[in-house]
């Protein structure tokens, strides 16, 4: 063997199965969003890993019942703008899906498991990538900020002033979002309001004095016709009442009903009507009371120059290795990177792995994704500027 072949051979490679490996360490550490010591456990191993890398940790405390937050930057991390790599580290499994229902296995090309495709497997890409750059001994041109947070799947309510802190700090934003339709990844994704309905009514009883009362629940019949006729597909406008709750007893006119609604928009400018049709809904029976209270919760992470020269710089690394880059048009689902987009800042999402089955029993990665996306981020890393 010439000394050439010998170097080239003992040249670190991108091993999909060693991957797979971190990945699944990851997995069998479930991490439903509402127990904070579960997801702790997953922000320990995000933390161990990077710190030995070598990077600086910021771990910030949860709170309100959520898990911790871990910020791992690089030693040039400071003043000059970079890149902030966003991922979440929870998931909608609960504890023990693992060895039930969900059983973390490997079939083929498809490896299942909890929390697998949203988003663990694409969380971890961008860790394996880095390190990969630091065993060929090479940089980034960009200080790197691998910002972890803990309560993505219920709206991010405590991570978002973080998320928002980091992302004024950045100049490209990368989010670890599972890819969607055959690996494409996201240039926009719909915002995403929540609100809540109260109504109030008289109760009396349904037999004896039927009369007397006024149903909450009849009202609500007709609010959620009222919702529902705010749908507009081709504006991309959608509404749900998605939960309801109240009543005493069969047998009792209702007075109480709580029903908790979502919207979900393209533009900032149907957020604003949507948001304000839907507070403004009124009782048609004038004994009833009716109170709405909410907003957007995310904002539209609406396609922008920047964000598609992102894309293209992108498509082009992916293109070094055989992969072909797609972009969606848009998807429904909101994500952080909502937020970061929706402050100007250049963000490409849908960065992780291929696979199907999100927040369902068949959730799964492709296995023949995981080393051209994490050749692709290792690109990206080194190549952003």
Same mark, same amino acid.
């Given at each position: ?5 010998? #170097? ?21 550490? /479930?991490? @439903?969003?509402? %127990? ?24 910030? @405390? ?12 690089? /030693?040039?991390?400071?003043? /000059? &703008? ?20 969900? &059983? =973390?296995?490997?079939?083929? %090309? ?13 969380? !971890? ?8 750059? #630091?065993? +060929? ?6 200080p790197v900020t691998f910002l ?20 004024? *700090? ?19 994704? &719909? ?19 039927? /009369? ?10 007709? #609010?959620? *016709? ?6 507009? !597909? ?22 109480d009903v709580v029903a908790e ?16 049709? =839907?507070?403004?809904?009124?009782? #048609? ?32 690394c992916a293109a070094e290795f ?23 800042? @250049? ?6 792995? %291929? ?24 690109? +990206? ?5």
């Amino acid at each position: 063997m010439s000394p050439d072949s010998a #170097q080239q051979s003992n040249t670190p490679k991108i091993e999909p199965e060693e991957i797979l490996e971190g990945i699944l360490d990851w997995v069998e550490a /479930e991490s @439903p969003t509402t %127990d904070k010591d579960a997801v702790n456990r997953v922000a320990t191993k995000v933390e161990g890993l990077y710190k030995g890398l070598g990077l600086a940790i910021e771990r910030t @405390p949860g709170r309100d019942g959520y898990g911790d937050i871990i910020r791992a930057r690089t /030693e040039n991390a400071t003043g /000059e &703008k970079g890149i902030l790599v966003l991922s979440h580290i929870d998931t909608v499994h609960p504890i023990g899906v693992k060895d039930g229902a969900l &059983k =973390i296995r490997r079939e083929g %090309d498809e490896v299942y498991g909890p929390g697998i495709y949203d988003m663990k497997a694409g969380a !971890y890409l961008p860790y394996y990538a880095y390190r990969h750059l #630091q065993r +060929l001994g090479r940089k980034t041109n960009l200080p790197v900020t691998f910002l972890y947070v803990s309560e993505e799947e219920v709206g991010s309510p405590v991570s978002q002033e973080i998320i928002e802190e980091e992302a004024r *700090k950045a100049k490209y934003v990368l989010v670890t979002e599972p890819a969607r339709d055959g690996g494409k990844v996201v240039v926009s994704r &719909k915002g995403v309001g929540r609100f809540v309905m109260k109504i109030t009514g008289r109760p009396a009883h349904a037999g004896a004095k039927h /009369e007397d009362g006024r149903s909450a629940v009849s009202e609500l019949a007709n #609010q959620i *016709k009222a919702i529902d006729a705010l749908v507009d !597909y081709e504006r991309g406008v959608t509404t749900n009442v998605g939960m309801i709750s109240g009543g005493t007893a069969v047998n009792v006119v209702a007075r109480d009903v709580v029903a908790e609604i979502d919207l979900r928009v393209l533009t900032k400018e149907d957020g604003e009507e949507l948001t304000a049709k =839907i507070l403004g809904l009124k009782a #048609q029976n004038p004994d009833v009371t009716v109170e709405v209270t909410g907003g957007m919760n995310r904002p539209p992470f609406e396609a922008s120059d920047a964000s598609m020269k992102l894309f293209e710089h992108a498509k082009a690394c992916a293109a070094e290795f055989g992969l072909e880059l797609e972009a969606t048009t848009t998807t429904g689902g909101g994500s952080d990177g909502n937020f970061t987009a929706g402050l100007g800042v @250049p963000t490409l999402d849908g960065l992780g792995a %291929d696979g199907a089955g999100a927040h369902t029993l068949e959730e799964k990665i492709y296995f023949s994704s995981l080393e051209p996306r994490a050749k692709m981020w290792f690109r +990206l890393l080194e190549t952003l500027e």
